[in-house]
């Protein structure tokens, strides 16, 4: 092809939300207009990472990523690739002016993140197959067909350790393993990307910057195991995603890559998709297998197990996106080498979605072991506006917070596992000084109630007494008993819910209880929060020695219960104040304090 | 299962052998052992949604359910410790905060498995706030109520009505805490495909479905001076009414029933298995006919059950020519009733008041389902109760049932045989309209009136049955859902030509036959269903004459008003008429 340069549009989901297809245009319009279309390719890829800067654009091989972007940059940018071209300096990253104007390599975000999984995001255009096979795509299989037999597929995973990345942490090659040996002439695989976690964007990306690797991972899968078909349960609200996979199984069909005699192999495979209808619990497995089948998506018990009895009753090996996004990189590069990353019992990476209140959110893709200072402070650039981290929140829904004195502990199944935490799916929420416990466990009991299906007692109705409980601390009705109540009903839901949905949602309230039981006894005994989430609980006063008695906040106050006598302090009636705010707001002369 | 075999398993340290295809809750049970449960039931898959059956496993983290895990070698088991007591209390405590607390005014009152689990866990006080849904109550049917406040989602008559009887007239709708039961495509239950025949209300554990109660309709009735108040008995609630009162399933208390009765004020008191024995005469007759003539009106199928006639109404409409247009003993009960014995008594008719003690809940449907059930000029049963609702007649009247002397009913439209009675078992009416069939053929007397092959609990029993060298093909089907294979077989014989498997059919809508009713005692199984039905075989064996047309009262009948069997005057009186039904009304 002869380009010379190669301009890196990311098409990502924060990217894309804000106006990147545009700047791809843009930049498309100045290559021509400069005449440059010849020698540099603009191209959208897909999720690049760093979310929280974008839209973000990277020059290759000059390994300049630029952020911020915005549509009318486009020409500034083309010109910068002329041979005399200097770069954009004041697109480039500089978040403090310690870390000034670094090119990729060199920037924090990016140097501890090793990524694997998402090898190909950022790099290539999702929706041409001969980038990924360029890049060694599809090679894993050619090495599988032909090389190994299902028997040396499985070896290579049991050597590279790999574990199930949906949360579970099950070993991969035991799962495939369980099936092959099933004795069946149907047998399945599934690829879940139902991904539910609120803030949880990790399977989207990779979907929407790799399709193929999904793709060539299924089909890996079912050679080994002895499947002819696979399907992809993909939730209805991720449409790009959707749509890649659909030109990426159509490309590859017409490759010769699925269908009958794959590449002459005389294996025959093929992939359906299936689109999700807005349940959360249809990613438990087997509420999903019932959702494929026609089925109310309701969990059923396990035993049986879908290795051996899933999909209409057949062996079917389910595994999440990301899991079969590591396959076909195992088979290139060989399991020795994937063990040789990680922890002892953790091989691998893990892409994690670091949101909340850091300098650098976005998704990050580390090695397990990396800490989780490592994560937050190198990699997310500490805390935000300079604030006190307080905790991460692990997992999700069904995860738990991580306190300040285990920021050491690495990321490992393991060790979150004893902390009372888990890795989930990879969702990474930091909370700092204002986030209030009791306010963290609430949403996320509000999202487990949501999305309980309802079908057994512990968990539909026990996640709705956990919120009734939870409501009356953050209102300031909370009593010492509702703490032993949380505790009852969480111990219940653990042990007697049918699925991992009601199994898992005590563990916010748990962790939260479990490392901040201050704040719970401050909210029930006190009828504080501290950190001024929990609004029924703040009281806004005046200051007598401050006011000057403007009566500016009794004109303001929405339920005038502000009053006095002009020139005098004025007084705000307990009773009657709605906690707005307003007063508190509009005074300039700081006299009305929130405590 | 693969291979049964037995394996050691150990039971709170107590060891024993049983077969492996058997779950953990089964196998307690033969150490004694009851686990709690709430929402399995051993004539459903297990719903696994309750969680109280939970136990823990010896090497396993988690607690499993008892009801859903089956056992293996070497397995032991802790069925009962104090941390699986305190997570089963907390679970009822939670179910109970779920649930309004009118045990008091509840039809479920002394006999509901939700109040049982609460006195036995010794539950006084419900930590967690009430926390109440706010659903209407359907009444639509008249004959079922759904009360969704009360319900567990025990998920019982979702399993019920979709699995058991393939109906689908009840769906689990939304999710989570707001997940309720409610008729599928949430309409009424009128308008859905419910063919009413309570076998939800069987099985619900609580007060959440149940029977519509004609109770104080009937307590109006029997105050009336002017009224001549009669009532007839199903065959199937002899051998169950007892149970309401401590007695076994299946012993028969015919005689106490008919006591019972005339004490409660019935001036006459009638058995549908008159009627049974008369609808054998028609059927039987209709059978001999068909078969004479031309075999493509076969096969006849049998149409005594209002629920099996709602289900073809709505399922099969293509299927309504092989119908048997006779009534149901019950009706003809009813319509004789209000003509026949008025004519005889001298009564007017206008004052007669009909009542019938059903174990069906579709019989509410019944009697008014077309022009036909008014062929006497009035409607012909006024008002049905069905077993339960009749024990608690009996309760509040503070008679002592068990102890009340025998008496007779009123032989008119009261006297039976043996092949009458057996209509309340599944088979039944196969083996009664045998017998006759065999008399109008051959014109002799049988033997051996007993054809065993139409008897038990299989789903589809079938047989081909040698009448003095005529073969005639029967099946017999119980539970709706296995009748769906049965009509396609035919359908598709038909279709290409082929001769038919089966020429006479019976249809009975619930497991068991009528013993196994909607509106029969709660806690039916299988064991339960087949005591019954014992009862009914033995009722029929004390009989001298045991079969439908050896009845002098229905020779007499035939004789003095109807002429004979397919008369003008009998199919004016006795027979009726199907019409196709949407499977949903707008």
């Known amino acids: 092809m002869g380009y010379r340069k190669f301009v890196m549009v990311c098409g990502g989901e924060g990217c894309g939300g804000k106006e990147s297809l545009r700047i791809y245009d843009n930049i498309n319009k100045e290559l021509i207009a400069e005449g440059l279309k010849d020698e540099i390719q603009v191209v959208k890829t897909g999720c690049l990472g760093f979310c929280g800067e974008g839209p973000v654009v990277k020059i290759m091989p000059d390994e300049i990523l630029y952020v911020n972007v915005k549509a009318d940059d486009a020409g500034e940018i083309v010109r910068s690739l002329l041979d005399d071209g200097k770069e954009v300096t004041r697109l480039l990253y500089d978040r403090k002016k310690s870390t000034k104007n670094v090119k990729l390599p060199g920037m924090d975000f990016y140097q501890k993140q090793f990524r694997i999984i998402l090898r190909n995001c950022g790099v290539i255009n999702p929706e041409d197959i001969n980038e990924y096979i360029a890049r060694d795509g599809y090679m894993g299989l050619e090495r ?13 995973l049991k050597t590279s350790g790999l574990r199930g990345r949906g949360g579970a942490g099950f070993p991969t090659w035991m799962k495939w393993e369980f099936t092959k040996k099933a004795q069946s002439e149907t047998k399945y695989v599934i690829c879940n990307a139902d991904e539910g976690d609120p803030g949880a964007y990790m399977n989207r990306s990779t979907i929407e910057g790799d399709p193929h690797s999904i793709v060539e991972a299924m089909i890996i899968g079912g050679y080994t195991v002895g499947a002819h078909e696979g399907f992809i349960y993909i939730r209805a609200e991720y449409p790009i995603a959707i749509q ?3 030109l990426a199984i159509e490309q590859a069909r017409n490759h010769g890559l699925l269908g009958k005699n794959i590449l002459g192999s005389s294996f025959d495979f093929d992939i359906e998709l299936r689109l999700g209808a807005g349940a959360y619990v249809c990613g438990e497995e087997t509420a999903l297998l019932a ?14 197990f879908p290795a051996t009895k899933g999909l209409w009753g057949k062996p079917t090996v389910i595994n999440n996106t990301e899991t079969w996004a590591n396959i076909p990189v195992i088979l290139t590069r060989g399991g020795a080498w994937y063990s040789s990353i990680g922890t002892e019992t953790s091989k691998g990476t893990k892409v994690f979605a670091l949101t909340g209140k850091v300098n650098n959110s976005g998704l990050v893709e580390v090695p397990l072991g990396t800490t989780l200072r490592e994560v937050i402070f190198d990699i997310g650039g500490g805390i935000r506006g300079g604030k006190k981290f307080k905790a991460a929140q692990s997992g999700g829904p069904s995860g738990g917070v991580i306190p300040e ?15 009372g935490a888990i890795m989930g799916s990879g969702g990474l929420i930091i909370m700092d000084e204002d986030d209030c416990m009791i306010d963290i466990a609430k ?4 999202f487990a109630v949501d999305e309980s299906c309802g079908k057994c007692s512990p968990c539909r109705i026990g996640g709705k007494q956990l919120l009734e409980a939870l409501e009356m601390i953050s209102i300031g009705k909370g009593e010492m008993e509702h703490l032993t109540n949380l505790n009852r009903i969480c111990a219940a839901m653990q042990k007697a819910s049918l699925c991992g949905l009601g199994q898992n949602t005590p563990n916010p309230v748990l962790s939260t209880m479990k490392y901040f039981e201050n704040e719970y006894i401050e909210h029930i005994q006190e009828k504080k929060c501290h950190s001024g989430s929990c609004k029924s609980l703040l009281s806004y006063v005046i200051d007598p020695e401050k006011c000057i008695g403007c009566s500016l906040c009794a004109m303001k106050c929405p339920v005038s219960c502000i009053s006095g006598e002009k020139r005098k302090p004025y007084t705000i009636d307990q009773l009657k104040c709605i906690k707005c705010g307003t007063c508190f707001e509009v005074c300039k002369f700081a006299a009305v304090i929130r405590e | 299962m693969d291979n049964v075999v037995k394996v050691n398993i150990k039971i709170n340290g107590i060891p024993f052998k049983v077969n492996n295809d058997r779950t953990i809750l089964e196998a307690a049970k033969l150490v004694q052992v009851n686990i709690p449960k709430l929402c399995n039931h051993p004539d459903l898959p297990p719903s696994a949604a309750c969680g109280l059956c939970i136990v823990k496993i010896k090497g396993s983290a988690r607690m499993s359910r008892a009801c859903t895990t089956f056992v293996e070698e070497g397995m032991e088991i802790t069925t009962h410790d104090s941390e699986i007591f305190e997570i089963r209390r907390t679970v009822l405590e939670l179910i109970l905060s779920n649930h309004p607390n009118d045990c008091l005014q509840c039809p479920r009152n002394g006999n509901c498995e939700l109040q049982q689990l609460a006195g036995d866990f010794g539950i006084r006080e419900v930590d967690f706030p009430k926390l109440l849904v706010n659903h209407p109550v359907d009444n639509s049917t008249g004959s079922i109520v759904l009360n969704p406040e009360k319900c567990v989602k025990c998920g019982r008559c979702v399993e019920v009505c979709q699995i058991m009887q393939n109906v689908w007239a009840i769906e689990f709708i939304g999710r989570g805490y707001n997940m309720r039961i409610a008729p599928s495509a949430d309409t009424f239950l009128q308008d859905s495909t419910c063919i009413k025949c309570g076998q939800c209300t069987a099985h619900c554990p609580v007060g959440a479905l149940y029977e519509k109660s004609d109770n104080s309709a009937v307590w109006e009735g029997l105050k009336n001076p002017d009224s001549h108040k009669i009532v007839q008995i199903a065959p199937a609630t002899r051998v169950a009414l007892g149970e ?5 399933p299946g012993a028969v208390t015919t005689k106490k029933m008919y006591t019972i009765l005339r004490r409660l004020g019935f001036d006459a008191v009638f058995d549908t298995n008159f009627g049974a024995d008369l609808t054998i005469m028609e059927e039987a007759s209709e059978l001999v006919e068909r078969f004479s003539h031309n075999k493509a009106e076969l096969p006849l199928i049998t149409s005594c059950c209002p629920g099996w006639v709602d289900y073809l109404e709505k399922f099969y409409p293509e299927m309504i020519p092989y119908f048997s247009t006779a009534k149901s003993p019950h009706q003809m009960v009813g319509v004789l009733s209000k003509t026949y014995y008025a004519k005889k008594m001298g009564l007017d008719p206008a004052k007669i008041y009909s009542v019938s003690i059903m174990p069906c809940t579709a019989k509410k449907y019944e009697i008014t389902r077309a022009h036909e059930m008014f062929a006497s000029g009035y409607q012909d049963i006024d008002v049905v109760l069905t077993t339960r609702e009749l024990s608690r007649m009996i309760k509040a009247s503070g008679i ?9 009913a009123d032989s008119i439209l009261g006297d039976y045989s043996g092949a009458g009675t057996i209509f309340g078992a599944t088979g039944g009416v196969m083996e009664a309209a045998l017998r006759t069939a065999y008399h109008l053929i051959t014109n002799k007397e049988l033997g051996n009136v007993d054809f065993i092959e139409t008897r038990g609990l299989k789903g589809i029993k079938s047989a081909t049955v040698d009448i003095e060298g005529t073969p005639v093909k029967i099946a017999v089907a119980h539970g709706i859902a296995n009748v769906g294979q049965i009509m396609e077989e035919i359908k598709e014989a038909k279709r290409e030509g082929k001769p038919l498997p089966y020429e006479f059919i019976e249809v009975m809508a619930c497991r068991g036959g009528c013993v196994g009713g909607g509106g029969q005692p709660y806690g039916a199984t299988d064991e339960i269903r087949k005591k019954r039905a014992a009862g009914l075989y033995q009722d029929d064996r004390d009989k001298v004459r045991r079969c439908s047309h050896q009845n002098p009262y229905i020779k007499e009948l035939y004789e003095e008003f109807l002429g004979s069997p397919l008369s003008e005057k009998a199919k004016e009186m006795l027979h009726t008429t199907y019409h196709e039904r949407p499977l949903y009304n707008k």
């Not at chain 1, 494929?292 to 309701?298: A, D, K, S, V």
């Open chain 1, 144 to 156: 599988a067909l032909f090389e190994l037999s299902p028997e040396g597929v499985i070896e290579e």
């Open chain 1, 244 to 246: 890649r996979l659909e």
């Open chain 1, 291 to 304: 959702s494929i089948e026609g089925n109310r998506g309701m969990p059923r018990p396990r035993p049986p």
């Open chain 1, 405 to 419: 004195e285990y920021l050491d502990i690495p990321i490992d199944f393991e060790s979150l596992k004893k902390l």
């Open chain 1, 443 to 446: 949403f996320y009991m509000q």
């Open chain 2, 244 to 248: 309401a009162f401590g007695l076994e």
């Open chain 2, 400 to 408: 002592d049932f068990l102890n009340l002397p025998d008496s007779e």
